[in-house]
């Protein structure tokens, strides 16, 4: 039987794929830095391989090429979606806070909703914390938003965020809380409107149908201070325009590897001056941005950090080590996520 993929005890990775009429066989992961795209070796039995040094704790998804065909993995159930493509997931162990441990969990479900901006059905993930069927609490709400080419699948599934959550919770360094992650774009090719400034279906979705729904069928608290958006790439951008259109509705908002996307930050900032200099700013705990030094939206970040200093906001900026990759996005939520809601971190901050 072929086995794919195989994780050994000290991390290292093998992929195998059956495929004996097959000339060549490739292996691509992105997200594993520096093995973009690798080369199988065929064996006698028609199985083709290839093992990978020590990869870091995490997810990441991957697929084969055969004789320039892309395919998922026939040997691994496990997979994630983008916006219109599937791929392959392995999980690598050996993170306390992204593993799946022996902690109550929370339960993930696939909610599926009538968007009536789009005039059709939709879906989002929502995340709910351990004990929520069986107490009657109702619980603070945090919006985490996917990146380009990504689905509402992609938090979960790659992003490790149920497990994230269910660790922090249970560590008690984070507050049990609600999280929804919809799907950011509203067709199979666009971006969703994801460009602050930009006529936007997916932000006006989020108001008129999004939040409502979540508001109206779980027990959430529906106020400002127990109300967090964040999001990465593509979903930060749209977090700077949901929480600077509307920003007496959230409490926290963090920005993930992005920025305000414009060439002309000065027409932009002229175009939403009102915004910017709305009062209501002054009631936001957190706004809270961070990108790898190499980023490529990493200027886009500096700039927007500016520009908010300029406008009388605080917001609390960082570079990370790496790149535009899940291995950061995870990491960045394990940062955040407990500074919400008065959570360990932010109690500590007050300290």
Known sequence: MVVSPEVSGDRKVTFRIL??????????????????????KKGDDGVWSITLDPVEPGAYRYNFSVDGVSVIDPRSPAVSESNNNVWSV??????????????????VAAVHYHSSVLGRAR?????????????????????????????????????????ILDNLIAAGKAKPMIVVMPAGHTSAAGFGGGRPGSA??????????????????????????????????MG??????????????????????????????????????AELDD???????????????DDFLLQSTHNTVEL?????????????AGGHTWLNWRQYLIEFAPQLFGGAAEKAAKN
Request: hydrophobic letters at 35%; proline letters at 4%; glycine letters at 10%.
């Open 19 to 40: 495929a004996p009429k097959a000339e060549t066989v490739t292996w691509s992961g992105g997200d594993i830095q520096g093995k973009r795209e690798r080369n199988l």
């Open 308 to 320: 908010l200093k300029k406008h009388g906001f605080q917001p609390v900026f960082d570079e990370s």
């Open 123 to 163: 879906r989002m993930h929502v995340y709910t914390p351990p004990g929520y069927e069986t107490n009657d609490t109702k619980y603070p709400v945090f919006y985490l938003l996917h990146g380009a080419s990504d689905s509402d699948d992609s938090w979960t599934s790659v992003g490790r965020a149920n497990f």
């Open 200 to 233: 936007n279906e997916f932000e006006d979705e989020f108001m008129k149908d999004i939040r409502p729904y979540i508001e109206k069928n779980y027990r959430a608290l529906a106020d400002r201070q127990n109300r967090a958006i964040a999001g990465l790439s």
């Open 90 to 107: 392995v999980v690598v162990p050996g993170s306390e806070l992204m593993d799946e441990r022996d902690v109550p969990h929370g339960a």
């Open 279 to 293: 009062k209501a700013k002054d009631g936001l705990k957190l706004f809270w941005l961070k990108t790898g030094k």
């Open 236 to 273: 930060g951008a749209q977090t700077l325009n949901l929480a600077l259109g509307h920003v007496a509705d959230f409490g926290y908002v963090g920005v993930f590897s992005s920025g305000i996307f414009q060439r002309n930050l000065d027409d932009w900032e002229s175009k939403h001056q």
